[in-house]
């Protein structure tokens, strides 16, 4: 039965009926390895589009775009290599009425050399032939990466993210957007740098009805290294003019970052993220009017004073702002935190959610039905040792409906990175979840009409031959602790590993290489000197891997 079960994880595809949900597809790419979904589209036929990077035969990533039907079966699966076969990440994706389909992310230009990339923009077919691809390259031989593509009406491109250009001698990011027209031929380009000449990010972009285009990020304001960031937000026309930009020093002018962004139909512009207050991190929401003016600012502190970090933003067809995320209940522990804001900015329900293992729980993505209907997806910790794909649905006005959860074939990550919902109300869930040896793609759908109870999908459980894993705080900010148990079987020591890994899958500490015997063992990391941002560690002895996510904030 363990064989049969393992089969069905490792093929390129499979679709299982479970309880309420339609269905589960995980994808283990050409090698064992990690294969994350970074972002999600449905259309209006139900088909749903997903798309990040995964492991490649040359040991780095390739991007990888599959499609689905409405009933899970694969349609197509695209992979691009970019031309120094290494690390390339695609993450973000479009979907236009016909049925194209656009991605962007960062290919390495370089083999061996990891801060040497090019943003990468493709556009497929609807039968996922790759139509063009249009690589920015800043000349400088330092990063550039498309972090946002959207596309407009007339099938221009727009994608937004950043570009490396040297200021004052030294290799600074700047936000870069870029507008395509519908062959892949660039029309224009805008790069934006701060005050004082340090890396800005632009990461969220959105387009109006009318085709004016908004993007967000954050600049450095000030000197210090490791603060004094602020949001940044510009609005172009189409013809890439800078309409106006805004700016959000929060109240004590040190780490302000947004993380997301939305427009509504008359071209007011939202923006939420996190923001250093007399504490610590808050939820930080804002409202720009058509002409950039600040509306209104939200914050929002949880109870323990702690992390408090919105991950997403939507709005209604009313102007009914939704922002998600996680805050610190108690410490080290947290809970999904939604907020819904009227179009003035008032609070009109907070709702949160807090996972069976009472352990930190974290929303990263959200999104409202045409019946006012939220649906958020995230990180649910079931055990202090394991997280499953949490999905949560509220009603319009903030009572809870139904809680999904996931929980993989290996007690370890499995985590919802992106949703979407579609016009039957069907819930479309991708993200990652951890099997033996490798992290898989997992896209879930849940049907329209679900049940008002909490389903809990288990899929057969592996042997877990020698360790769990765990870190905390998580996120933090300069130490954070590993704690794992090596179940050994007997009183032999066996080999333990414990790498760190960053974003783009090198290998940026080793922690642990020696042989332990059965028992509880904590290891520390001091980040003081790495840059802030998302990373793996890696625990495994022989064919075990345990792999977990962290967050270093900075």
């Known amino acids: 039965m363990k064989k049969i079960s393992l089969l069905l994880i490792f093929t390129l595809f499979s679709a299982t009926m479970l309880f309420a949900q339609s269905w589960v597809s995980r994808y283990n790419g050409i090698r064992k390895g990690i294969d994350v979904i970074k972002a999600l589209v449905v259309d209006d036929a139900g ?45 973000s994706i479009f979907v236009d009425p016909s049925g194209n389909v656009y991605v962007t992310g960062t290919i390495d230009a370089f083999s061996g050399d990891f801060i040497n990339g090019n943003a990468a923009t493709i556009k497929y077919s609807p039968q996922g032939q790759q ?14 990466a498309g972090n946002s593509v959207k596309v407009d009406a007339a099938g221009n491109v727009y994608i937004t993210g950043y570009t490396s250009i040297f200021h004052l001698g030294y290799a600074d990011q700047d936000y870069l957007t870029i507008k395509y027209n519908s062959d892949g031929v660039m029309q224009w380009k805008d790069t934006y740098n701060g005050p004082v000449s340090e890396d800005d990010n632009a990461v969220a972009m959105s387009l109006d009805p009318s085709g004016n285009i908004y993007v967000t990020g954050f600049n450095f304001s000030g000197n210090d290294p490791i603060g004094e960031k602020n949001y940044f937000t510009i609005k172009y026309n189409p013809s890439g003019v800078r309409q106006w930009t805004a700016e959000y020093n929060g109240p004590i002018s040190e780490v302000d970052i947004a993380t997301a962004l939305a ?39 949880g109870p323990a004073n702690g992390f ?29 935190l939604t907020i819904k804001y009227s179009p003035s900015g008032n609070v009109k329900w907070t709702a949160r959610y807090a996972g069976s293992g009472g352990d930190n729980d974290e929303a990263y993505a959200i999104a409202v039905d045409k019946s006012g209907n939220v649906y958020v997806t995230g990180n649910e910790n079931g055990f202090v040792y394991n997280s499953n794909i949490g999905t949560v649905k509220y009603s319009s006005s903030g009572v809870e409906q139904w809680v999904k959860i996931y929980d993989g074939p290996r007690d ?101 290489n020696e042989f332990l015997k059965s028992g509880s063992y904590e290891v520390n990391w001091n980040a003081r000197d790495f840059p802030g941002g998302i990373y793996f560690y890696k625990l495994f002895s022989g064919e075990s891997i345990e792999i977990q996510k962290m967050e270093l904030i900075k």
């Open 263 to 301: 427009v509504d139909n008359n071209g007011n512009a939202y923006v939420t993220g996190y923001s250093d207050g007399t504490t610590d991190f808050d939820y930080a929401t804002i409202k720009y009017n058509t002409n950039g003016k600040q509306k209104w600012v939200a914050r929002y502190n």
């Open 47 to 91: 088909n749903v589009y997903v798309t990040g990077y995964s492991s490649s035969t040359s040991n780095g990533f390739d991007y990888l775009t599959i499609k689905y039907n409405s009933n899970g079966a694969t349609q197509w699966t695209a992979r691009y290599n970019g031309p120094a076969n290494e690390m390339d990440e695609a993450k």
């Open 412 to 512: 370890s990550v499995d985590a919802g990175n992106a949703i979407a919902v579609d016009a039957l109300g069907n819930v479309y869930v991708g993200g990652v979840s951890t099997a033996k040896n490798s992290v898989d793609f997992t896209t879930i759908k849940y049907p329209a009409g679900s049940t008002p109870v909490a389903d809990k999908i288990s899929t057969e459980k592996e042997n877990e031959p020698f360790a769990i894993s765990y870190n905390y705080p998580n996120p933090f900010s300069q130490n954070t602790t590993i704690k794992f148990d090596v179940n050994a079987g007997s009183d032999t020591p066996v080999n333990v590993k414990l790498m760190v890994y960053n974003i783009q899958g090198k290998e940026v500490a080793s922690l642990i």
């Open 308 to 336: 408090d970090i919105a991950y997403a933003i939507a709005v209604d067809d009313a102007g009914n702002v939704y922002v998600t995320g996680g805050d610190e209940k108690t410490a080290y522990n947290g809970d999904y």
């Open 131 to 144: 139509l063009w691809v249009a690589i920015y390259d800043d000349g400088f031989g330092r990063e550039d």
